[in-house]
């Protein structure tokens, strides 16, 4: 796991205007109408980790490229892609049967997330700071991770 600590601008995906292709996959090219996305700082490291997760074998299925996309028309171009493995090696969902369903700890929750699934902590720069409203010394429920699976 790492820690990653953010403001806006490193969360911010930027628009290029250049004919330079380098750095952009074709799933982004199809998704953004041929403009060309540069990567947040929190994008390429994200996709760091996640690439190092993947290898490790920490996932229980991998995501794939080589999969068909269809790119939906409309103002956000949300990509669909059918990945099986997806279906088959998910954790069961658990069957939600009222809004206010008692916990039960059996079924998953956040406490039965493994090390190995968090690969990321966010950190806010601007937390405490003169410009944040909330001044209190953050704690871990104050946390924010990244997991996988």
Not at 54 to 66: L, M, P, S
């Amino acid at each position: 796991m790492i820690n990653f600590e953010y403001s806006l601008q490193s969360l911010s995906t930027r628009v290029q205007h250049s004919s330079s292709d380098e750095g952009t996959t074709e799933l982004t090219k199809k998704a953004a109408n041929h403009r060309k996305f540069v990567e947040s700082d929190f994008d390429e490291i994200l996709r760091t980790v996640w690439n190092a997760a993947q290898d490790d074998g920490y996932f229980r299925y991998i995501y794939r490229n080589d999969l068909p996309v269809k790119v939906l028309p409309g103002k956000f171009n949300f990509i669909l892609q059918l990945n099986l493995d997806r279906a088959l090696k998910r954790r069961k969902p658990q069957e939600i049967e009222c809004p206010n369903q008692p916990f039960n700890p059996t079924e998953f929750n956040f406490s039965k997330v493994r090390n190995s699934e968090i690969i990321m902590k966010l950190i806010n720069k601007s937390y405490g700071t003169e410009k944040s409203k909330n001044k209190k010394i953050p704690t871990s429920e104050d946390s924010n991770f990244i997991l996988i699976n």
